[in-house]
């Protein structure tokens, strides 16, 4: 079991998200995301996330225009926006912006702080540095499915808090990951310090 909660951890308000998707993914490292599954709290540092734009990102779902399945991006900031890839997982993004243009930020990887049971049981994995290290892991250790797509980040089941413990941040800038356009976008954002980043980021 994992140690009780001691902290009160308030969702980031709406007016947080209002921002570029560049820009909110930069404040999005070291910020806390919380699952509440059955009573308890899964509690997990972002420490790393992918910035995706609109019409000025070929690399991004809503590069085309609206579709159902990218509609959410369209949405103000502050939304969760879930989809299904290669037939197998999920990934989590957070909306960015006002709603004017589609934007959003995929949250790539996360150390794990609280309800490390349920998400080692979750993943049946035990190597903590394996838990979140990649989009669709932290999908399968939160339980987070396409059910959750379109909900507000402000809910009691899933939301990002401040990290009142965090003082200081590095964050380095690389390439996205598996992508083959906008290779020139350096929208990549994560902590060059932290165990829990995805495999091989700190080569790149």
């Known amino acids: 079991?994992?140690?009780?909660?001691?902290?009160i951890y308030l969702p980031l308000p709406r007016s947080f998200y209002e921002r570029t998707p560049v820009q909110?993914?930069?404040?999005?490292i070291g910020t806390l995301l919380i699952r509440i599954i059955d009573n308890r709290s899964l509690?997990?540092?972002?420490?790393?996330v992918e910035a995706y734009g609109g019409a000025d990102d070929p690399a991004s779902h809503a590069y085309?225009?609206?579709t159902e399945r990218n509609k959410v991006m369209f949405n103000s900031g502050g939304y969760s926006y879930v989809y299904f890839t290669y037939g197998m997982h999920y990934c989590f993004n957070v909306v960015a912006g006002k709603g004017k243009r589609a934007g959003a930020v995929l949250i790539r990887a996360a150390e794990p702080i609280e309800g490390i049971d349920i998400m080692q049981r979750n993943?049946?994995?035990e190597n903590l540095?394996?838990?979140?290290?990649?989009p669709a892991k932290l999908c399968q250790a939160f339980s987070i499915d396409k059910s959750f797509n379109g909900i507000p980040l402000d809910t009691p089941s899933l939301y990002l808090s401040k990290n009142t413990e965090l003082k200081t941040q590095?964050?380095?800038t690389t390439s996205r990951i598996g992508i083959r356009e906008a290779l020139d976008k350096k929208w990549r954002f994560l902590d060059p310090e932290n165990e829990f980043v995805s495999v091989g980021v700190k080569s790149s």
């Open 1 to 7: 079991m994992s140690k009780k909660t001691e902290h």
């Open 24 to 28: 909110l993914a930069r404040k999005l």
């Open 43 to 48: 509690i997990a540092r972002i420490v790393e």
């Open 64 to 66: 085309r225009g609206i």
């Open 123 to 125: 993943r049946s994995k």
């Open 129 to 134: 540095r394996d838990l979140l290290s990649g």
């Open 170 to 172: 590095k964050i380095k």
